[in-house]
């Protein structure tokens, strides 16, 4: 294991980071470095340029990465917490727009997201 993906798996995130690599969602990857880190953009984008530059060696079968969405990544690690809390105060518009700005996935995706989250 690289001392980067053990300074991940110390954040709980290795997995994750290592499945939207695989999808090439480069700019997940990097947010989610970003924003459960600590560090800036320039050391997030490196991290994950060191990260993708080499096969995995944890020894993960990504043969499940198609069926698990980008946002059920995202979610998992908290990147939502704006959307569910715009839910919590019934402000729907709102949380369909931040989830758009966030993931970048469509109006409609991001409206699926928010009604999946309401209940």
């Not at 053990?6 to 947010?31: G, P």
């Not at 105060?89 to 993931?103: D, P, S, T, V, W």
């Amino acid at each position: 294991m690289t001392d980067d993906e053990i300074f991940l798996q110390k954040h709980n995130i290795l997995t994750s980071v290592q499945e939207l690599i695989q999808r090439n969602e480069m700019i997940s990857a990097i947010k989610l470095v970003k924003d459960k880190t600590g560090l800036g953009l320039k050391e997030s984008k490196d991290l994950v340029d060191n990260i993708s530059k080499f096969p995995f060696s944890s020894a993960q079968n990504f043969n499940h990465v198609s069926s698990v969405s980008t946002n059920e990544i995202l979610q998992k690690n908290n990147i939502g917490e704006e959307i569910n809390t715009l839910l919590q105060q019934n402000k729907k518009l709102e949380a369909i727009k931040a989830g758009y700005r966030q993931h970048r996935n469509g109006l409609t995706q991001c409206e699926k997201l928010c009604r999946k989250h309401s209940k």
